[in-house]
């Protein structure tokens, strides 16, 4: 009797756990749908992870999961993944923005890990990345053009620059949201080239900015420029320079997104 009556106890605690989890599952999507978590950035945010030159995200949807870039240093980068305790295995999907090696530095040990996925990289991308992926046996997949790689995820394709990039842009109810690599074809004709194509204007955008040569006027320009392309919130960070970052965080204030290694972006 005793025994069917903890069995009943154990069964009623077991029910009340799963409903719980259940619970807290719904209240969480319905709180951000998106979330990005910086993997890899020159720029500190949370104890325990390494800060270095280069970028890296993890995009996750409710239905799937992308890899955005994947820093310089393959050690930096595994480690950063643990630290994060992000599964490579629930990655669907890789975007590298560019060939340069801040950006495809963790790619090789990312495959060792995962290559069942499709690599997004560029046609001009040098043989020895291209290399990285096929020796791995992973798919390498070029857009030329816009392109909606997954439901509202959009490549921007080619872009011209110092050397070629591409960005990544999801469509949201609120707007575009916008990521980016280094932004070498120039940060406002990359959100010029999404507005236009798909007709929406940008709600937010962060990644590498590269504008470490400007000046405070012309740092000025850029953000008046951005905010007449919708921008309402933004993060610069990695090559953007120090001094450039300063006067984005002062410009958008409580809508400034904070960057930095282990931060999570949500909309
Ligand atoms: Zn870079
Ligand atoms: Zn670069």
Same mark, same amino acid.
């Given at each position: 009797m005793k025994r069917i009556f903890r069995l009943a106890l154990l069964l009623v605690l077991l029910i009340t756990s799963i409903q719980y989890l259940a619970y807290s599952n719904v209240l969480d999507k319905s709180e951000s749908d998106i979330k990005v978590t910086i993997i890899y950035d020159n720029y500190d945010f949370k104890d325990g992870l390494k800060s270095d030159w280069g970028f890296s995200c993890l995009i996750e949807f409710p239905d799937k999961t992308i890899l955005f870039d994947t820093g310089a240093r393959p050690g930096v980068f595994e480690k950063n993944l643990k630290a994060l305790n992000? =599964?490579?295995? $629930?990655? =669907?999907m890789v975007v590298v923005s560019h060939d340069h090696y801040d950006h495809t530095g963790g790619l090789s040990t990312f495959l060792e890990l995962n290559n069942k996925v499709p690599v997004y990289i560029l046609k001009s991308f040098s043989d020895k990345t291209k290399e990285i992926i096929t020796e791995n046996n992973a798919k390498i997949v070029c857009e030329h053009e816009l392109t909606e790689? $997954?439901?509202?995820v959009f490549l921007s394709g080619e872009l011209q620059g110092k050397i070629e990039e591409q960005s990544l842009a999801i469509n949201t109810d609120k707007g575009l949201v916008v990521i980016t690599g280094? $932004?070498?074809?120039?940060i406002n004709k990359i959100l010029e080239h999404f507005k236009s194509s798909l007709n929406k204007d940008i709600y937010m955008v962060f990644g590498g900015?590269?504008?470490?040569?400007?000046n405070d006027e012309e740092i000025e320009q850029i953000i008046t420029k951005m905010r007449s392309l919708g921008v309402q919130k933004c993060g610069a960070t990695h090559c953007t320079g120090k001094k450039q970052i300063k006067q984005f965080k002062n410009a958008f204030g409580k809508n400034y997104v904070q960057m930095g290694v282990g931060n999570v972006v949500e909309f």
């Open positions: 992000i =599964d490579p295995q $629930s990655i =669907d790689i $997954s439901k509202n280094c $932004s070498h074809p120039g900015f590269h504008l470490m040569r400007m």
